[in-house]
């Protein structure tokens, strides 16, 4: 009786700390999704940025082409 006792306390005392495994895992890997996805939207921002700056050089540069022509 005693041996089945410590047996069960044992498996408990086990699935504890898969629990809080799997719980700092699920933190870590929400952190990291999170961290992608800042990553993420700042390189569309920086994208669409250059973009718009693109389309503003080449407005003045077609301006300067008339003013010489």
Aim: hydrophobic share 50%; glycine share 2%; net charge positive.
């Amino acid at each position: 009786m005693e041996e089945q006792q410590k047996t069960l306390e044992l498996a408990k005392s086990t699935a504890k700390r898969a629990v809080k495994i799997a719980l700092i895992a699920c933190v870590i890997t929400i952190l990291f999704a999170t961290l992608s996805l800042w990553v993420l939207l700042n390189q569309i921002t920086a994208t669409a940025n250059l973009t718009k700056m693109q389309k503003i050089q080449e407005m003045r540069l077609e301006k300067l082409e008339k003013g010489l022509i």
